[in-house]
């Protein structure tokens, strides 16, 4: 018998209608579909009439669970592994099924689409041919090094961060890195989609009159970067 295919499908990070045709019919193709949350999977879904068999796998029942998604595939079916927004292993699970995928000599393939670094840096202005992407850093062990790490690193740097930790995400860089321009963006691709430009000491005195909700990108711009405008 002949093995399935494991599609790795980039998803919508806010905007429904940011999804490739290519991810729709791969989407509608695949015998079933790996994902964070049903919940949310299923918004999408609903949106582009699909139905399908969902496995919910994440970082508690994964050991259990990807075995026999494995063995699916490898008796001949076909699956996707979504996350619940953007292009799934990007701070977000997947890496351990499409190991032992690979392990297991079953073909991987990508989808690209959409992915909220990438966005964010493609409209920041800044100089971004080489940057250091950090995802989402140390909640508390680790990250006081890290930032201080980080105060020595020249490139852009690009971080996620929940609406939970950005007013100490800024505070802690106007410790480490007072100097350099900072780029927040909230809600990319959505309704209330914004961006804040400044040292973090600038962007924590006009804090209390925004909105912190939702999710955020944060770029650090290179070192002695100005902006000239």
Do not use: H
């Not at 959505?190 to 912190?212: C, H, P, V, Y």
């Amino acid at each position: 018998m002949e093995k399935g295919k494991l599609s790795v499908v980039a998803t919508p990070i806010g905007n429904l209608d940011d999804i490739t045709l290519r991810a729709i019919n791969t989407l509608k193709d695949v015998d079933f579909i790996i994902c964070e949350d049903t919940r949310v999977t299923n918004i999408l879904l609903k949106r582009y009439e699909i139905k399908k068999e969902l496995f919910f796998v994440n970082a508690q029942n994964e050991s259990r669970i990807i075995p026999s998604i494995i063995s699916r595939i490898e008796n001949g079916c076909s699956a996707a592994l979504v996350s619940d927004a953007g292009t799934p292993c990007i701070s977000d699970p997947g890496t351990r099924l499409i190991n032992l995928a690979i392990k297991n000599e079953i073909e991987v393939i990508g989808i690209p689409g959409a992915n909220a670094a990438i966005l964010a840096l493609s409209i920041s202005g800044l100089p971004v041919d080489s940057f250091l992407f950090e995802g989402f850093i140390p909640q508390k062990k680790g990250r006081q090094k890290k930032l201080k790490e980080l105060s020595q690193e020249s490139k852009c740097i690009v971080f996620y961060e929940s609406v939970y930790r950005i007013k100490k995400l800024l505070e802690e860089l106007n410790e480490y890195i007072p100097e350099r321009i900072i780029i927040v963006f909230r809600e990319l691709t959505k309704k209330f989609e914004e961006s804040w430009r400044g040292t973090a000491k600038q962007l924590l005195e006009t804090l209390d009159k925004k909105i912190i909700k939702g999710e955020f990108v944060v770029i650090i711009a290179p070192q002695n970067w100005k902006e000239n405008f």
